[in-house]
């Protein structure tokens, strides 16, 4: 295995390029990577980056986020069959006409969407900033929030706005049950519950805090818990123990696995670097638009 990785850490520096990966892929490649973090972590990562090139390891939507931000840079996703079902769960057709259903309504769209659906919203959002990014519109608005029903809820509860919701979901978030939560809950009485709000209703009532991935990341650092259950995807765990050896932390369900994230591997990273593949470039009509709904959340958002 430590040949693969000279190998890549070599073409890496031959090429002036840079592995960044999101806190759900395995174990081998959060450690490999130059920088890890959630989703708009990431994307800034990308833009603010002097490498060349971008190897993305996560899904389609970050690869292309990264691309929108930072045009000069080839960014590539080592396997090209990383996608995101729920961001396929609205296309811009349909967002299309929900917009001439909602004629005055501002849009919403979560960071896990197509470059299209970004281009015909007015902004963007992720799970860790979708509160301030809907908060900084003006009330009174009517606000359309694509593609996630669990991550608009949990915005629509905590802001009480006029929020107009998609039925998309995420597959690997919505499969873990309260019961599952509060059995684990049952054996770990003294731990504190994590999860994301892509988790369904009933889950994220079983919750004390809902966070980004990075957010858990931050709050189990800081927290003087010494127990944590958490309910999002298993890939996190890894990073969790790295950085907090002296804590213990509980997947709330065995299921939060995402099938995507763990398409990517060493030798897929091996072999995006030695053919140049898959390179994502979103073309530039896309881009400029969905460039502009990025560029209002990141104003919006404390400098960093
Ligand atoms: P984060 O923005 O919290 O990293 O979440 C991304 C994601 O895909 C969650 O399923
Ligand atoms: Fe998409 Fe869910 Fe996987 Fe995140 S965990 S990338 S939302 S399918």
């Known amino acids: 295995m430590s040949g693969i990785i000279e190998k890549i850490q070599r073409l890496k520096n031959e090429q002036n390029a840079v592995i960044l990966a999101h806190n759900y892929q395995p174990g081998e490649i959060q450690d490999l990577a130059d920088f890890t973090g959630d989703s708009l972590e990431l994307s800034r990562k990308a833009a603010k980056c002097k490498a060349e090139k971008i190897v993305f390891c996560g899904v389609l939507f970050m690869a292309e986020t990264a691309s929108i931000l930072s045009p000069e840079k080839a960014v590539l996703l080592p396997e090209i069959a990383a ?19 909602y004629p005055d309504a501002v849009v919403v769209c979560y960071v896990n969407s197509t470059a299209e659906v970004k281009a015909l919203s007015n902004y963007c959002c992720t799970s860790s900033n979708a509160i301030a990014v809907v908060s900084a519109i003006e ?9 996630d029903k669990n991550l608009g809820a949990f915005v629509k509860e ?4 006029d929020i107009i919701l998609w039925p998309g979901y995420c597959p690997t978030h919505v499969v873990s049950t309260a019961t599952e939560v509060q059995s684990v809950q049952r054996a770990h009485p003294e731990a504190i519950t994590l999860a994301h709000p892509e988790c369904c209703p009933e889950v994220r009532g079983c919750a004390d805090e809902l966070l980004s991935t990075s957010e858990m990341l931050r709050f189990a650092e800081e927290n003087d818990a010494k127990e944590f259950i958490i309910a999002t995807e298993r890939g996190i765990i890894h990073t969790l123990k790295k950085l907090c050896p002296d804590k213990n932390f509980y997947l709330a369900a065995e299921k939060f696995i995402c099938p995507n994230m763990k398409k990517i591997t060493l030798e897929k990273v091996l072999f995006s670097l030695e053919d140049n593949k898959y390179v994502i470039k979103v073309p530039e009509e896309i881009a400029e638009k969905a460039r502009l709904a990025l560029d209002r959340m990141i104003s919006i958002l404390p400098k960093g």
């Open 139 to 147: 009330t009174g608005r009517q606000i359309i929030f694509v593609p």
């Open 83 to 101: 996608g995101c079902p729920m961001a396929d769960m609205i296309n811009a057709e349909q967002l299309t006409e929900l917009k001439n259903k």
């Open 158 to 161: 905590r802001t009480g706005r």
